[in-house]
C-alpha cells in the first residue's frame, strides 16, 4: 500500500529532534565507542528489509522521489518474521507501539522519508534514506498465516514479545543503559508482564463472557476450556 500527499506537505517547518511518539530504526549508544556516544537513526536499508517505524499516532507517510518505498500498516502486537534495517539477518519483533509501519523498498537509490501525524501536520519528521540492492530474496514472512486458534495465536504473541524484550535488554546492557544483574531482571520482569497481558488478554476476554461473573459454574467453565485440548 502506498500513501500519497499532496507536495505542499512537503513545506512544513520541521523540527529536529524526533519526538518519544516517533520511533525510527537505530542503533543504540555505545559509550565505549567515541565514534558512537548517542543513539544513531538507521537511513539505509536493503530491498529485502522492512524499516520498521512505530508511533503512539496515526502517520502519513510520504516519499520523495514518490513510490520508492511500499508502506505496510501493522497493529500494536502485530508479530513479524523477516529482515529488518539494523538486524542481523531473519528474526522475530513484536509492533510495540500503536501503529506500526513497514517501508520496503521498491527501487534502489536515495531520497527523502517524510513522516507526517495525521492530527498535528505541523509535527512533520524528515529523514533521509538510502535503498541498497537486496539479496534476491523479499520479504520472509511478513504476515504470518493464520493461526489454528485463540491459544496458538496468544502463545505465538507472547513468544515474539519474549524475544523482542531479549533484543531489547540486550541493547541496553551493550550501551550500559542497564549496568547491573538487577536492574537487568527488574527491567525485563516489568516487560515481560505487559507481554504477557497482551498476548493472553483476549483469552482472558472470551472466559469473562464465557463463564464470568454470575455466569460462571464448574461444568460451564470446564466443557469452555477443554477445548485448549489437542
Do not use: C
Not at 507536495?7 to 518519544?20: A, T
Not at 518474521?81 to 506500526?100: H, L, N, T, Y
Not at 546492557?173 to 549496568?179: C, H, K, P, T, V
Amino acid at each position: 500500500m502506498r500513501f500519497a500527499a499532496p507536495l505542499s506537505l512537503l513545506f512544513f517547518v520541521v523540527g529536529q529532534q524526533l519526538s518519544e511518539e516517533i520511533t525510527l530504526p537505530f542503533r543504540p549508544a555505545n559509550p565505549i565507542q567515541q565514534e558512537q556516544p548517542a543513539d544513531q537513526i538507521i537511513d539505509s536499508f536493503s530491498e529485502d528489509e522492512i524499516y520498521l517505524v512505530e508511533s503512539d499516532e496515526p502517520l502519513l507517510i510520504v516519499t520523495f522521489p514518490d513510490g520508492i518505498v511500499d508502506v505496510i500498516p501493522f497493529e500494536q502486537g502485530k508479530g513479524l518474521f523477516s529482515r529488518f534495517a539494523g538486524g542481523d539477518g531473519p528474526e522475530f519483533r513484536s509492533v510495540q507501539k500503536k501503529f506500526g509501519y513497514g517501508l520496503t523498498g521498491t527501487t534502489t537509490g536515495g531520497g527523502e522519508l517524510l513522516l507526517i501525524p495525521i492530527a498535528n501536520p505541523s509535527g512533520l519528521i524528515r529523514q533521509n534514506i538510502k535503498i541498497t540492492e537486496g539479496r534476491g530474496e523479499h520479504l520472509i514472512d511478513p504476515i504470518p498465516p493464520p493461526l489454528e486458534d485463540d491459544v496458538d495465536r496468544a502463545f505465538e504473541s507472547y513468544e515474539q514479545g519474549w524475544r523482542d524484550l531479549q533484543r531489547q535488554l540486550a541493547d541496553k546492557l551493550d550501551s550500559g543503559e542497564i549496568a547491573s544483574e538487577a536492574a537487568a531482571a527488574d527491567w525485563f520482569r516489568n516487560g515481560i508482564t505487559e507481554v504477557r497481558r497482551r498476548a493472553f488478554g483476549e483469552i482472558l476476554e472470551l472466559e469473562a463472557i464465557e463463564f464470568g461473573g454470575d455466569d460462571w459454574s464448574a461444568p460451564r467453565q470446564a466443557d469452555y476450556i477443554r477445548r485448549y485440548v489437542k
